[in-house]
């Protein structure tokens, strides 16, 4: 409903993320933006003056994995347990590109050098996406195990 009816005088929004919840992050051509998130995310968005590159939400209210252009990023709340190996694993590295969280647990990372990681998925939609892991560019999930991917 933010974008529906916009007066077409206004900056065009730039980029936009949703969650489950009602959840939602826009940013517009003019920099300024507009979400609905709980009081961290809120804290943690007015109190940076950084670029947003990626904003993904989690499985509850307070879940959120924002990544800014620079590489690094901030999380809150439960995080899937695969995500936090890959970023531990890393040695929570502030070099990523984007960050994408599903509603049951999945999730896809990418790093500015181009390699990726995903899981918390079914065994199927694993098998399918992992024919294009070479080629992934990025994943993305919505309810009942859905998931959209582009690839090159």
């Known amino acids: ?7 077409l005088s206004l900056p065009k929004p730039t980029y936009a993320a949703i969650g489950s919840q009602n959840r939602y992050y826009i940013q517009f051509a003019d920099g300024k933006s507009e979400w ?9 968005l007015n109190g940076s003056s950084k670029e947003i590159a990626s904003v993904a939400f989690g499985e509850d209210w307070d879940a959120y994995f924002i990544v800014y252009k620079d590489g690094g990023w901030k999380s809150n709340g439960n995080m899937p347990h695969g995500l936090n190996d890959v970023i531990s694993r890393r040695q929570r590295r502030g070099d990523l590109s984007c960050v994408s969280l599903g509603p049951d647990g999945e999730y896809y990372i990418l790093a500015k ?3 990726s990681w995903w899981g918390g998925m079914s065994t199927k939609a694993i098998k399918h996406v992992n024919k294009y892991k070479d080629r992934l560019t990025y994943l993305d999930f919505g309810d009942g195990g859905t998931y959209l991917f582009r690839y090159s």
């Open 36 to 44: 609905v998130g709980c009081e961290s995310m809120t804290r943690t």
């Open 1 to 7: 409903n933010k974008l529906k009816g916009r007066q």
């Open 113 to 115: 050098n181009g390699r």
